[in-house]
């Protein structure tokens, strides 16, 4: 089955998860992704482990399996001569090319955009950069989230600020990547014309953060950590249960009423303190203790099936191994198997989100190991 990307070649020059993310994302829409590595080392992410997958003497970390599937790898000594020929010859023919070394580094390299479009005019240049490429800064996750704002809404409080327990902010910038390369392809379809894009972390983050910024930008008011409640809604936070935590996210009115008609006080839906959002929000530290004490009386799945069967938003607290399970009860296929001739087994991955009816993503070889394939791209 042909991929919406079939036809595009990607020159990939990035690293650890932004990059890599949004190369794998077009590899699984049947983009051709080579993956220039570091020799000897390739990318950081191929030493981060544990956990790793595979025989000792043949061991992978789960961490560069988790975004370099679908990809070719070639080493090159990008200061070697010949290794650097070697990457030119690769920029001229590609559609794309995706680099998130430090600005300017490319350009001293001679595989800056300018670089690039003297040999490929109409080639699509990204750069990811963790402040802009005016500066010199090295961008990694946690740094950003603690910058950018994110540790200072995430906490039990403001005097505990927390990181993301993933590299969101990678993953963010990964997306607005993807997005903008398409974005850009399409640009080119119709003019014929190829651009740079740009996009750094500190951006993506204060983007992702929306209504967080948002009240900042426009009502001048610093959020702060809150815990797992919502600054704007209630009741929206973890709750406990007989036997464990459960989850509300209560987003209206009409839900409100259907809970606690459920729980057997239908008249908390017309007081005064609960009968709309702002007064829930205004008279949380009420509801709360009301909640917990009604909630308290049952177990968590069986206030799943109570109040999901009423169209109340609500789920108990769980961990990775749970949320797979649900997503397969589900049937949405979270899990895939890509064959690997190195192997006896397949590796497992998570699939791809995006579902498309007429192309969609495929899953046609395993993350590669160090310069498999740089013979052949050395022969090219």
């Known amino acids: 089955m042909s991929g919406a990307l079939d036809d595009l070649v990607i020159a990939d020059f990035g690293r650890v998860l932004a990059g890599p993310y949004a190369t794998m994302l077009l590899a699984d829409l049947g983009a051709e992704v080579i993956k220039i590595e570091r020799p000897g080392a390739g990318d950081d992410t191929r030493s981060w482990g544990p956990p790793w997958v595979g025989d000792p003497d043949d061991a992978q970390s789960s961490y560069f399996l988790s975004v370099n599937r679908n990809k070719q790898s070639a080493a090159l000594d990008l200061t070697d001569p010949d290794d650097l020929a070697a990457a030119r010859r690769l920029v001229a023919r590609a559609d794309v090319v995706v680099e998130n070394f430090l600005p300017g580094t490319m350009d001293r390299l001679g595989l800056g955009y300018r670089d690039a479009v003297s040999i490929n005019p109409d080639v699509v240049y990204c750069s990811v950069t963790g402040f802009g490429g005016d500066h010199q800064l090295p961008g990694y996750d946690l740094l950003i989230q603690a910058v950018g704002g994110l540790m200072s809404i995430t906490g039990a409080d403001p005097d505990h600020p927390t990181k993301v327990g993933?590299?969101?902010?990678?993953?963010?910038?990964?997306?607005?990547?993807?997005?903008?390369?398409?974005?850009?392809?399409?640009?080119?379809?119709?003019?014929?014309?190829?651009?740079?894009?740009?996009?750094?972390?500190?951006?993506?983050?204060?983007?992702?953060?929306?209504?967080?910024?948002?009240?900042?930008?426009?009502?001048?008011?610093?959020?702060?950590?809150?815990?797992?409640?919502?600054?704007?809604?209630?009741?929206?936070?973890?709750?406990?249960?007989?036997?464990?935590?459960?989850?509300?996210?209560?987003?209206?009115?009409?839900?409100?009423?259907?809970?606690?008609?459920?729980?057997?006080?239908?008249?908390?839906?017309?007081?005064?303190?609960?009968?709309?959002?702002?007064?829930?929000?205004?008279?949380?530290?009420?509801?709360?203790?009301?909640?917990?004490?009604?909630?308290?009386?049952?177990?968590?799945?069986?206030?799943?099936?109570?109040?999901?069967?009423?169209?109340?938003?609500?789920?108990?607290?769980?961990?990775?191994?749970?949320?797979?399970?649900?997503?397969?009860?589900?049937?949405?296929?979270?899990?895939?198997?890509?064959?690997?001739?190195?192997?006896?087994?397949?590796?497992?991955?998570?699939?791809?989100?995006?579902?498309?009816?007429?192309?969609?993503?495929?899953?046609?070889?395993?993350?590669p190991r160090l310069d498999e394939h740089g013979v052949l791209f050395q022969d090219a």
Do not use: K
């Open 166 to 367: 993933v590299a969101m902010v990678d993953v963010i910038t990964g997306l607005h990547a993807a997005v903008g390369i398409l974005s850009a392809l399409r640009h080119r379809d119709r003019t014929g014309e190829g651009q740079r894009i740009e996009v750094n972390l500190l951006s993506s983050l204060l983007s992702a953060l929306v209504n967080q910024t948002s009240g900042y930008v426009t009502a001048g008011v610093v959020p702060h950590a809150m815990g797992n409640r919502h600054p704007s809604i209630a009741p929206y936070e973890v709750f406990e249960t007989a036997d464990r935590p459960l989850v509300l996210a209560v987003g209206n009115d009409r839900q409100f009423a259907a809970l606690v008609d459920a729980l057997g006080r239908p008249e908390m839906a017309s007081d005064n303190r609960f009968a709309t959002n702002s007064d829930r929000v205004a008279h949380r530290g009420d509801l709360v203790d009301i909640l917990n004490s009604l909630l308290s009386q049952d177990t968590a799945d069986n206030w799943f099936a109570a109040l999901t069967g009423r169209r109340v938003p609500c789920g108990p607290l769980n961990d990775i191994a749970d949320a797979i399970a649900l997503a397969e009860r589900l049937g949405l296929t979270p899990v895939v198997e890509i064959d690997d001739p190195r192997r006896d087994d397949p590796i497992r991955q998570v699939a791809n989100p995006i579902r498309m009816s007429a192309t969609p993503a495929t899953y046609r070889s395993a993350p």
